[in-house]
Each structure stands twice: as structure tokens, then as C-alpha cells.
């Protein structure tokens, strides 16, 4: 039987057929069946992590804490130099200058990006706003969201830094930033079910030597990765903890 391999449906449209590619050279490497599931949003990725449908999975941090907390997941390897970091932008007319000078109120568009969605009330917070006191309108993509700015249907919008800084010139030039995080030691992992445990030092190795092969160097090229690289436990549990103290 295949595994079932997914990865957090955050990532650039992109980067899906780089993503093909990826699945294919790790059943090569590994000479294990994996099936590459994807899903359009968080709601279909979480309700397959509930019916136990997950064996390996590319998990922003949110989920990645969660799974390795809550469900016993392994992390493998992290993408090397790929620390998750969010943006908080508005329209460059919209006459808001800074964070302390929305008002209560504010609209916000947002995805059901978890880990994005936190940093970004976060990062509000010295505004003195918070759920109770803003509109938050959800929008499926970061696209759909840069065009609530643009439309004049949000007041400011939360953005993972990567993906907003991959819009087109066209669209940043109408936007402003008015605030970047910068916590650096958040990222994606590698994970996998504690179920697949006799796998894993063979999943492992594969992620370690994809950028050693040309094609797999390609391959992560192509899903904007340089290479992956190993994780200590310790890594893993600091980051568990910086996202519970987050949330707290």
C-alpha cells in the first residue's frame, strides 16, 4: 500500500508540478510506493489528518507543532534558509500609515493559513486590536486577498512574506507593508506518522540526498527549496514551544 504524502496547502500554485516531481524522485530513492495528495485548503488537510490519512506531510508550523504534539509525527528534515515569516500590507492609498493607526473596526482579509493568521493578529496587537474588535473576512488564496486591498473590501490583509513578495510587480507596487515579522526560527518540516516508523531513516535519507542529483536539485528548484537538511528534536520542541507561548 502507498503512502499517502500531502503537503500544507499554503505554497505558491506554482510549485505544485515541482511538487509531482519531488514524489516521484522520493519513490525512486526510497523505492517506497508514495502518493502525492494535495488539498485546496486547510479544512480538507485537517479533516484527512483526522481520519488518519496522513502518512507524510511538508507542514507549515502551525500544523507541524500540532502534529508532532498531538499526534506523535516525526520531523525528518526543514528546508534550509526558509524561516515562515508574515506581512501585514494595505493599499498604498488607503491613507494608513502604520499599525498603531488602525482603528477598531478594521477589516482584515486573511486565509485559512493558521500559522500566518496568528503572526498577523500578532503583529496588530499594538493597535490594541484583536478578534474581538476587527472584521476578519477569510479569502481562499493570498491573490484573493491582495484583491480585497486593491478593491477597497479590506482595510489591511495578512500575507506569508514569501508568497506576497512572489505577486506580481504589478499588484505590490499598489501595496504598502506596514509591518514584516521577524521571528526567524519558524519553518516548515518534513514530518511523518509514527505508524511509518520503519521508514522513516529511509524517507529521511532520501530528503538529505535529493539535492546531491541534478534532477533533484531541480526538483527543489522547483518548489523553491535549496535543499533540506537534518532536525534535532531539540529544534522541534523549541519551536513547539515558541508557537504555544504564540498562542497563548
Request: proline share 5%.
Amino acid at each position: 500500500m502507498s503512502l499517502i504524502f500531502t503537503v500544507s496547502p499554503d505554497f505558491n500554485t506554482k510549485y505544485l508540478p515541482g511538487w509531482f516531481v519531488v514524489n516521484t524522485l522520493l519513490q525512486r530513492l526510497t523505492g517506497l510506493g508514495i502518493h502525492l495528495e494535495t488539498f485546496d485548503d486547510f479544512d480538507g488537510l485537517h479533516d484527512s489528518i483526522r481520519q488518519d490519512q496522513v502518512d507524510l506531510i511538508y507542514a507549515n508550523p502551525f500544523d507541524a507543532a500540532r502534529l508532532v504534539r498531538d499526534h506523535g509525527f516525526v520531523a525528518l528534515a526543514r528546508p534550509h534558509g526558509r524561516p515562515d515569516e508574515a506581512v501585514v500590507a494595505t493599499h498604498s492609498g488607503s491613507g494608513i500609515t502604520s499599525v498603531e493607526s488602525l482603528q477598531p473596526g478594521t477589516r482584515i482579509a486573511s486565509t485559512d493559513n493558521p500559522d500566518v493568521h496568528m503572526m498577523g493578529m500578532i503583529m496588530i496587537e499594538p493597535a490594541d486590536l484583536d478578534t474581538t474588535n476587527v472584521t476578519i473576512e477569510q479569502r481562499p488564496n493570498y491573490v484573493l486577498v491582495a484583491k480585497s486591498l486593491l478593491d477597497g473590501n479590506a482595510d489591511v490583509g495578512f500575507f506569508l512574506a514569501e508568497t506576497f513578495d512572489e505577486l506580481s510587480e504589478t499588484i505590490r507596487r499598489q501595496l504598502q507593508v506596514l509591518v514584516r515579522s521577524q521571528i526567524f526560527v519558524i519553518s516548515h518540516f518534513f514530518l511523518a506518522h509514527p505508524r511509518v516508523a520503519e521508514k522513516m531513516s529511509l524517507v529521511r535519507s532520501a530528503l538529505l540526498a535529493l539535492a546531491q542529483d541534478p534532477r533533484g536539485q531541480m526538483a527543489l528548484d522547483d518548489v523553491g527549496i535549496a535543499y533540506f537538511e537534518p532536525v534535532e528534536q531539540e529544534e522541534v520542541e523549541f519551536m513547539i514551544d515558541l508557537m504555544v507561548a504564540l498562542t497563548a
